[in-house]
């Protein structure tokens, strides 16, 4: 059974930095896509940053230079440094994973960016 278990959320101030995990198990975690996607109230869920099994990352306009990507497929873990903060990033944060097979998704975290 797919399970990815999202971590590191919370409440942070504009400019501040946060550091996103999600641990998976159930799958092969070296041969699946990872993506961060965030879900702002009111709002349409969006990616974020996608990292794909060769390590090649995609981000979307609004985080270039302060959003990074990356994985630890020992650990079978994602990663998501968020830094200079800001409110409009405020969301609930999801983790994806995707082959060609198969899609699962975590429960998901809060980010709060707020003074």
């Known amino acids: 059974q797919v399970q990815l278990v999202e971590s590191g959320g919370g409440l942070v101030q504009p400019g501040g930095s946060l550091r996103l995990s999600c641990a998976a198990s159930?799958?092969?975690?070296?041969?699946?896509?990872m993506g961060w996607y965030r879900q702002a109230p009111g709002k349409q869920r969006e990616l974020v940053a996608y990292?794909?099994?060769?390590?090649?990352?995609n981000y979307i306009d609004s985080v270039k230079g302060r959003f990074t990507i990356s994985r630890d497929n020992a650990k079978n873990t994602v990663y998501l440094q968020m830094n200079s903060l800001k409110p409009e990033d405020t969301a609930v944060y999801y983790c994806n994973a995707a082959s060609n097979f198969r899609s699962a998704w975590g429960p998901g975290t809060q980010v709060t960016v707020s003074s």
């Open positions: 990292i794909f099994r060769s390590g090649t990352t």
């Open positions: 159930g799958i092969t975690f070296s041969t699946y896509n």
